[in-house]
């Protein structure tokens, strides 16, 4: 069972655009929205997240939009640049069964291109 | 700055063979999380470790172990390794807290069976 889904699987877009990459979630459990980055070669590092009782948080050219009533949670990126391309995955944090620790739960990921 | 390292970029291994994946950090974290990346799949959970010895199966642990005898070290075992297991993967490293704890991920071991 997927518990986050994201779309698109990949997505191209000119220097300049504004790429946006959509989630949705279903356990109300979930508690705390992260983004993560990936360029080739490299681990997922931390980019922007969100709490479900903000409805948008901006850092610099990115912005989370949250819809806590339709579950859903989307990124977007301001002026794309080709330095911008990598993998992003959006995940979602529950508790564990007994409340004590938190896992982290991953979208399968977009592959994001910025054309010069 | 954090630092995740994984002891190997890319393994190679033959079917059957006992694997053994290394990671450490150097950040006294109490979390240590063990993941498979796969294209269009994602990031799968495998294991995770909120203390030393402790241990909570993640999304697919079948065919996996892990071994935590040191807070800094957390290591993920594959008993008989399998074509299927081909893949990357990923350590990585929280403090244990709220929700809102950032994960430190290394750079992966890409593992081909063979």
């Known amino acids: 069972q997927q518990q986050v889904k994201q779309s698109p699987q990949s997505l191209i877009v000119q220097k300049g655009g504004i790429p946006i990459i959509n989630c949705a979630y279903e356990?109300?459990?979930?508690?705390?929205f992260p983004w993560y980055q990936q360029f080739p070669g490299k681990g997922p590092a931390l980019l922007i997240a969100?709490?479900?009782?903000?409805s948008e948080k901006k850092e610099g050219r990115f912005t989370i939009s949250f819809n806590k009533s339709a579950k859903q949670f989307s990124l977007h990126i301001m002026d794309s640049q080709p330095g911008d391309s990598a993998t992003y995955f959006c995940?979602?944090?529950?508790?564990?069964?007994?409340?004590?620790?938190?896992?982290?739960?991953f979208g399968k990921g977009t592959l994001l291109t910025v054309n010069p | 700055d954090v630092k995740v390292t994984q002891s190997s970029r890319y393994l190679v291994k033959r079917t059957g063979e006992k694997v053994f994946l290394e990671c450490v950090q150097d950040?006294?974290?109490?979390?240590m999380f063990w993941y498979r990346q796969d294209p269009g799949l994602g990031l799968r959970l495998i294991y995770f470790?909120?203390?030393?010895?402790?241990?909570e199966k993640g999304d697919i642990p079948e065919g996996y172990s892990v071994s935590r005898e040191k807070k800094e070290r957390f290591s993920l075992i594959l008993e008989s390794a399998s074509t299927n297991q081909t893949s990357m993967y990923l350590c990585?490293?929280?403090?244990?807290?709220?929700?809102?704890?950032?994960?430190?991920f290394g750079q992966g071991t890409r593992l081909t069976v063979v």
């Open positions: 990585a490293s929280s403090l244990w807290g709220g929700s809102n704890t950032e994960a430190f």
């Open positions: 356990n109300t459990a979930f508690d705390y």
């Open positions: 969100i709490r479900p009782d903000v």
């Open positions: 995940a979602a944090t529950q508790a564990n069964s007994g409340g004590s620790n938190y896992k982290l739960t």
């Open positions: 950040m006294d974290h109490e979390n």
């Open positions: 470790s909120y203390d030393v010895k402790m241990k």
